[in-house]
RNA sequence: CGCGGGGUGGAGCAGCUGGUAGCUCGUUGGGCUCAUAACCCAAAGGUCUAGGGUUCAAAUCCCUACCCCGCAA
């Protein structure tokens, strides 16, 4: 198949692979610009850009799609038999969803109807969902909403998002290559989506990612799995962030108020989180880089009676 | 040129109102013990990120470079 692909991030990365090795002529690939991160003043090319040089296909990165008549025009020229879009990170205009004759793919990570939007594997992990995977649907205009083509899940059981979130970019990869060949003769069928089931899952903001010591420990032993590799939970301790990376509820009572620290060794911090106890097994504070508690402990001190909190100042 | 923190023996840190380095852990050897992520004793291990500068003397002050991290995007 002559193929538009679009994509973004790194869970992109894989599909395109795929379709490269498999054969399909991947015409042109489109990316978010380039973003111009100051910190090292460094020019960093999206993932997907940079397999795309790999593979020596064209890249464009327009500023916007909507209304850019130069960049519809191009894509009409190409007339690709399907656009494929992977987190590409922008809504496509339906100028652009209606050029290509075998429609626009779209490889989402969640089992549709549930967790539409932009962070359904994050989501999925803090709500504390049995199951994901990955659905394969044809594009319009509303958001994740369009006729699903084929599904696959996987099991969540204590997979953190990183996991999942390269367990899920495989996955899709291929499933998209099995689907393909379907989906050019016409034979692969299509499945509306029951909107009565359906759940949004928005982006997770700086709010989302402050811990909450009222929740049961299993809320925030999820919290801080659905965050890691990115972005990242975190409590206060003594005015600066700290980062949790890794944690486990046990099955203890706390007989002191939620987010004081009741023991501290090598085994990990025990927070008191929603009458019981949470286990923090690896941390991070400001400047320095994520590690177990046992080797902070080692030139660092947390006492037995401190608070974690939520309060930005305190 | 967005803001900020940092680069010191294998790991985490202290030292930074200048006089060639210290702590905790780990490692190695020995001891003790029924036994232990226990305890005791001893040892090895550092061009203090790199390059300049100031100075009688710099890990410590100044400049530059590289790298890491938090925030903001």
Redesign the pocket.
Known sequence: MRIVYMGTPDFAVPPLQKLCENGHRVELVVTQPD????????VQFTPVKEKALEYGIEVLQPEKIKGNEEFIARIKAIDPDAIIVAAYGKLLPVELLQIPRRGCINIHASLLPKYRGAAPIHRSVINGEEKTGVTLMYMEEGLDTGDMIAARSTKIGRKTTAELHDELAVMGADLLIRTLPGIETGISGRTEQDDSMATYAPMIS?AD?LVDFSKTPEEVERLIRGLNSW??A?AMYKGE?M?LWEAEALDEKANKPDGTITDV???GIKVAAGGRILLLKRI????????DVS??????KIETGEVLGRSETA
């Open positions: 973003k111009a991160r100051d910190r090292g003043k460094k700086k990612e972005p990242g975190y962030r980062k060794s090598k085994n991070q504070l400001p400047g320095k880089k994520a590690m080797e902070y402990l080692v030139g660092n």
